[in-house]
């Protein structure tokens, strides 16, 4: 005998004066990013271990201290992954530490787009650091994805409309609605978004800012529905 628990549920077909109809909503729309997110990462090496430590500590802070002069241009900025590793030489019997590489990683999110373009010019313009980006994004509170989820919903109802209408019937309730889920395409950096700075000392030219067109977003939303309908007229 199967357990009720583990039988699975029924379908709910409806009744002839009442039939069900199931139909599945779908909307895509493009959008504006609102913030944008650059990956910087400062690296230091030598042959002291405190020596690079020290020189890894005062380039994150040259590079917290630029981030910040920005402002409220800059919404949010974290410190990430933190390393200093030993490097042995490959040769002889013993081992021996041949050098050091320090290396942190910091993320900062911008909304500023006029600014986004300056700080990574400058950042890029520092010693030994690297910027990777930016990451175009829509926040998740952002309206898109509100308006996504409407659209879905009325397409959902214009096609069981559709098809109770080709079955001489109407809709006559909602029974349910389920949302899949809405959701950005993965943000995509812009073409040649990696910068890096190798410069050893000395005073180096001013670069201009750069020019960053914002890659428009896609956001999808997809909702499953259930109605009821009158009798058909078949």
Do not use: C
């Not at 709910?12 to 990013?33: C, H, M, N």
């Not at 209408?165 to 949302?179: N, P, S, T, W, Y």
């Not at 950005?184 to 190798?198: K, L, W």
């Amino acid at each position: 005998m199967t357990d009720p628990d583990t039988r699975p549920a029924a379908l709910p077909y409806g009744t002839p004066d009442a039939p069900r109809l199931a139909v599945r909503g779908e909307a895509r729309i493009e959008a504006d990013p609102e913030i944008a997110r650059i990956d910087i990462t400062v690296q230091a090496r030598g042959t002291d271990r405190t020596a690079t430590l020290k020189d890894l500590t005062r380039r994150n802070d040259q590079v917290l201290t630029l981030v910040k002069s920005y402002g409220d241009a800059v919404e949010k900025l974290d410190t990430g992954a933190f390393s200093v590793t030993p490097e042995i030489t490959a040769k002889g019997r013993h081992e021996r530490v041949r050098a050091y590489h320090g290396r942190v990683r910091v993320t900062a999110t911008l909304a500023d787009f006029t600014a986004l373009g300056e700080l990574t010019t400058r950042l890029a313009d520092l010693d030994l650091t690297r910027v990777d980006g930016p990451w175009w994004a829509l926040r998740p509170d952002s309206p898109a994805h509100r308006e996504a989820r409407r659209q879905a919903v009325r397409e959902a109802v214009q096609r069981a409309r559709e098809y109770a209408e080709a079955l001489g019937a109407r809709l006559d309730a909602v029974l349910e609605l389920a949302d899949t889920g809405t959701e950005d395409t993965t943000p995509m950096p812009v073409p040649g978004g990696a910068f890096r700075s190798v410069a050893y000392g000395g005073e180096a030219e001013s670069a201009p800012a750069l020019d960053l067109e914002p890659a428009r977003q896609e956001v999808y939303a997809q909702i499953n529905a259930r109605f009821t309908m009158t009798r058909p007229t078949l």
